[in-house]
């Protein structure tokens, strides 16, 4: 299984950037896809997920309304659509994946990738 984050960078407070998600080798289609970050000296950091068809997405509160998960599965991917980033939005950020989507458990991912570094400055 691998998961690979890509599309992150250097952009400045209150810009946009999308990250993407490249998955393959796994075992099912039907995957929950989730995206974390972890900034230094910080625990990692739930930050969204979406269910396979698209129609059940959760955010953490720290982002709601500022970052918009979504996937393609033809191209078995996914997306994160941030904008209106903040300074202390800076952290790697990766994506994970699992077949179940588990009420209440949203780190309990089978799958993790590696990240990709995003940095705002002020």
């Known amino acids: 299984v691998q998961l690979q984050a890509s599309g992150g960078g250097l952009v400045q407070a209150g810009g946009s950037l999308r990250l993407s998600c490249a998955a393959s080798?796994?075992?099912?289609?039907?995957?929950?896809m989730a995206w974390f970050r972890q900034a230094p000296g910080k625990d990692r950091e739930f930050i969204a997920r979406?269910?396979?068809?698209?129609?059940?997405?959760d955010y953490a509160d720290s982002v709601k309304g500022r970052f918009t998960i979504s996937r393609d599965n033809a191209k078995n991917t996914g997306y994160l659509q941030m904008n209106s980033l903040k300074p202390e939005d800076t952290a790697v950020y990766s994506c994970?994946?699992?077949?179940?989507?588990?009420?209440?458990?949203?780190?309990?991912?089978?799958?993790w990738g590696k990240g990709t570094q995003l940095t705002v400055s002020s």
């Open positions: 979406i269910n396979w068809s698209g129609g059940l997405t």
């Open positions: 994970a994946a699992d077949p179940i989507w588990r009420p209440g458990a949203v780190y309990a991912m089978n799958h």
């Open positions: 080798g796994l075992p099912t289609r039907n995957y929950v």
